[in-house]
Protein backbone atom coordinates (compact mmCIF):
# COMPACT_ATOMS: atom_id res chain seq x y z
CA UNK A 1 0.00 0.00 0.00
CA UNK A 2 1.09 3.56 -1.30
CA UNK A 3 0.33 6.85 0.92
CA UNK A 4 0.67 9.90 -1.21
CA UNK A 5 -0.55 13.19 0.37
CA UNK A 6 -2.76 15.85 -1.75
CA UNK A 7 -3.14 19.30 -0.86
CA UNK A 8 -7.36 20.04 -2.51
CA UNK A 9 -6.10 20.60 -6.13
CA UNK A 10 -4.91 17.12 -7.78
CA UNK A 11 -2.58 18.26 -10.44
CA UNK A 12 -1.45 15.78 -13.56
CA UNK A 13 1.82 15.59 -11.69
CA UNK A 14 -0.19 13.52 -9.38
CA UNK A 15 -0.92 11.29 -11.70
CA UNK A 16 2.22 10.60 -12.67
CA UNK A 17 3.33 9.51 -9.59
CA UNK A 18 0.56 6.94 -8.58
CA UNK A 19 1.14 5.82 -12.12
CA UNK A 20 4.80 5.25 -11.64
CA UNK A 21 3.79 3.52 -7.98
CA UNK A 22 1.33 1.42 -9.53
CA UNK A 23 3.61 0.31 -12.21
CA UNK A 24 6.58 -0.31 -9.88
CA UNK A 25 5.08 -2.21 -7.71
CA UNK A 26 1.63 -4.20 -8.89
CA UNK A 27 3.86 -7.02 -10.85
CA UNK A 28 0.21 -8.65 -11.34
CA UNK A 29 -0.68 -8.09 -7.86
CA UNK A 30 -3.49 -6.00 -6.35
CA UNK A 31 -2.18 -2.44 -5.05
CA UNK A 32 -3.85 -0.44 -2.56
CA UNK A 33 -3.38 3.68 -2.88
CA UNK A 34 -4.35 6.19 0.41
CA UNK A 35 -4.96 9.29 -0.72
CA UNK A 36 -4.51 12.00 2.09
CA UNK A 37 -6.18 15.15 2.03
CA UNK A 38 -5.18 17.57 3.85
CA UNK A 39 -7.68 19.27 6.06
CA UNK A 40 -8.13 23.15 6.93
CA UNK A 41 -4.99 24.95 8.39
CA UNK A 42 -5.75 25.43 11.77
CA UNK A 43 -2.61 27.97 13.00
CA UNK A 44 -2.04 29.24 16.58
CA UNK A 45 -2.14 32.86 17.54
CA UNK A 46 0.34 34.89 19.24
CA UNK A 47 2.80 33.22 21.74
CA UNK A 48 4.97 34.91 23.85
CA UNK A 49 8.92 34.74 23.92
CA UNK A 50 10.22 32.18 25.39
CA UNK A 51 6.71 30.17 24.26
CA UNK A 52 4.75 27.62 26.41
CA UNK A 53 5.28 24.55 27.47
CA UNK A 54 2.86 21.86 27.10
CA UNK A 55 3.27 18.62 28.70
CA UNK A 56 1.83 15.23 27.01
CA UNK A 57 -1.75 14.88 28.58
CA UNK A 58 -2.24 18.77 29.79
CA UNK A 59 -5.34 19.96 29.44
CA UNK A 60 -5.33 23.70 26.69
CA UNK A 61 -8.02 25.86 25.86
CA UNK A 62 -8.32 26.72 22.24
CA UNK A 63 -10.30 29.75 21.55
CA UNK A 64 -11.06 31.78 18.39
CA UNK A 65 -10.67 34.72 20.59
CA UNK A 66 -7.62 36.61 20.39
CA UNK A 67 -5.64 36.01 23.56
CA UNK A 68 -2.21 35.98 24.02
CA UNK A 69 -1.08 32.49 24.11
CA UNK A 70 -0.01 30.36 27.93
CA UNK A 71 -0.62 27.54 29.36
CA UNK A 72 -4.11 27.70 29.79
CA UNK A 73 -5.52 29.38 26.60
CA UNK A 74 -4.12 29.81 23.01
CA UNK A 75 -6.13 31.21 19.77
CA UNK A 76 -6.80 29.54 16.94
CA UNK A 77 -7.40 30.76 13.55
CA UNK A 78 -10.31 28.46 12.33
CA UNK A 79 -13.40 30.21 13.22
CA UNK A 80 -15.34 26.96 13.07
CA UNK A 81 -13.15 24.75 14.83
CA UNK A 82 -15.90 24.25 17.92
CA UNK A 83 -18.78 23.64 15.15
CA UNK A 84 -16.89 20.63 13.33
CA UNK A 85 -15.53 19.03 16.16
CA UNK A 86 -16.62 16.37 19.01
CA UNK A 87 -15.18 14.97 22.20
CA UNK A 88 -12.19 12.83 20.77
CA UNK A 89 -11.95 14.05 17.44
CA UNK A 90 -7.75 14.43 16.72
CA UNK A 91 -6.72 17.57 15.29
CA UNK A 92 -3.49 18.55 14.15
CA UNK A 93 -2.90 23.14 14.86
CA UNK A 94 -0.18 24.38 13.34
CA UNK A 95 1.01 22.47 10.85
CA UNK A 96 0.63 19.36 12.86
CA UNK A 97 3.65 20.41 15.06
CA UNK A 98 0.93 19.92 18.01
CA UNK A 99 -1.18 16.32 18.06
CA UNK A 100 -4.34 17.14 20.70
CA UNK A 101 -7.45 15.04 21.43
CA UNK A 102 -10.09 17.01 21.98
CA UNK A 103 -11.89 16.52 25.40
CA UNK A 104 -14.80 18.90 25.17
CA UNK A 105 -16.23 21.51 23.22
CA UNK A 106 -17.60 24.88 24.09
CA UNK A 107 -19.60 26.63 21.59
CA UNK A 108 -20.08 30.14 23.19
Not at 24 to 45: C, E, F, Y
Not at 58 to 71: A, H, K, R
Request: a positive charge.
Amino acid sequence: MGQYKLNRIFKPRHVAVVVRFVLAHSQSKPVAILQDLRGPKIRVGHIPDPGVRLEPGQNIILTTQTVEGSEQRISISYPRLSEEVKADDRILPADSFWDCRVRSVNRC
